[in-house]
């Protein structure tokens, strides 16, 4: 019966994972996976998070099932949270939770899908991988614009502003707003600006994806592309992901929210949204949405999530500071300032393919085959080993 069925390669980046559980050495270190680690190594349990479980166990509420577009107070919140003093009203907004930013983006995909035929894709050259195995999935066709610049190492912005100057009207058009994964590198405020400046001209379709909101400047900084394009009354689809910045990673909580210029269309693009969802997976899970629903409908425990953020987030800078001034002790004729120039969890390291593997294989020291590592995963224990071995395969 199943004899045709070829076998499973493996995601690339979950394969480095098991490999790293496998190793013996004691002084390994997991750069590879988009995880978040504390100072001590450790996945945290944020401390608004363990109080809000706390509160939602008291409470003891039975285990029924959600509605289709997830649990309301949680819905608020997140719309309350991305949309800030922009918030557009029930009219303009269709959001709802979802598993996770990759179910998101799964919901979103398939409603494009359904009602605008032959969809394509337009992703950052490079991107998060699984964007092209989730549209694809969805029956789309990808195609990419120029975005690294790897003799820079920083934004190919002329190139990335030429290539969406040139797309048909209403191409659909994957953006990072912030902590572009896997690259670390974003446009500045001034380059966002011009973004948005040709989104609106050619009257493209933005697919917003917000993964690290609050991991580079700040929780209201971080989300400023989206917001601009709701005053200027721009349509989009906008995953977001708690995952990271609730520390909530198999909760899978999320949410997919579209905005609707047009006064009335919200109603009917929910309507299709629940009906995506009934048909992928009925509704969604229930306890990641009471703990953010718990912290963000708190202003004590609000105020103390988002300082829970900005703590993860000063700690990964200080991490980039330490390694690219540790880099460039052990390589002076290098410049490493580029470490600095890059914002969230992720950093493009330069590093070759056979660095990487050298790296693994001598040292133990994890990245991914591209040169990404996460630098979230280091701390004062490892980087300068971490420093130090890189040095060793540069030189
Ligand atoms: N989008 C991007 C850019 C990501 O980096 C990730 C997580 N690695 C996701 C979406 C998926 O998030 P989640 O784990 O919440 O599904």
Not at 43 to 56: E, F, G, H, I, M
Request: glycine share 8%.
């Amino acid at each position: 019966m199943f004899s045709h069925l070829p076998p499973y390669a493996g995601d690339p980046i979950l394969s480095l994972m098991e490999q790293f559980q496998r190793d013996e050495r004691s002084n390994k270190v997991n750069l590879s996976i988009g995880i978040y680690t504390d100072g001590r190594g450790v996945v945290p349990v944020l401390p608004s998070v363990r109080t809000a479980a706390a509160a939602v166990a008291e409470v003891g509420a039975p285990y029924v099932y959600l509605p289709m577009e997830g649990h309301a107070a949680y819905r608020q919140a997140v719309a309350k949270l991305l949309f800030g003093a922009d918030l557009p009203s029930a009219e303009h907004l269709a959001i709802v939770q979802t598993l996770g930013g990759s179910g998101a983006l799964k919901v979103g995909a398939d409603l494009i899908a359904r009602f605008f035929p032959q969809p394509t894709i337009w992703l950052p050259d490079p991107t998060w991988d699984n964007h092209v195995g989730i549209f694809e999935g969805a029956g789309f066709k990808t195609e990419r614009y120029p975005y690294y610049d790897a003799q820079t190492k920083g934004l190919n912005f002329e190139g990335m502003l030429a290539k969406l100057d040139s797309l048909p009207k209403g191409a659909v058009v994957l953006l990072h707003p912030c902590c572009h994964n896997p690259t670390g590198v974003d446009p500045t405020r001034a380059q966002w600006e011009q973004i948005v400046d040709v989104l609106e001209k050619r009257g493209l379709l933005p697919f917003f994806d917000l993964a690290y909101q609050g991991f580079a400047e700040s929780l209201d900084e971080d989300i400023w592309p989206v917001r601009e394009a709701v005053r200027r009354q721009i349509p989009f689809f906008l995953s977001n992901s708690f995952s990271k910045i609730f520390s909530l990673y198999s909760e899978r909580i999320g949410a997919l929210s579209v905005f609707c210029p047009q006064a009335g269309q919200a109603a009917n693009v929910l309507g299709q949204l629940k009906l995506t969802v009934r048909r992928n997976y009925s509704s969604p899970a229930r306890n990641g949405a009471l703990l953010v629903a718990h912290v963000l409908g708190d202003d004590k425990l609000a105020t103390q999530w988002r300082a829970e953020v900005e703590e993860m987030r000063v700690r990964v800078r200080d991490m980039r500071v330490k390694l690219a001034s540790q880099l460039k002790s052990a390589v002076p004729d290098q410049d490493f300032s580029f470490l600095l120039r890059q914002n969230g969890m992720f950093g493009y390291t330069g590093l070759t393919s056979t660095q990487v593997d050298r790296l693994r294989e001598e040292f133990g020291v994890y990245a991914v085959g591209t040169g990404r590592i996460c630098v979230a995963g280091l701390n004062d224990s490892n980087v300068a080993r971490v420093a130090e071995t890189m040095a060793e395969v540069l030189r």
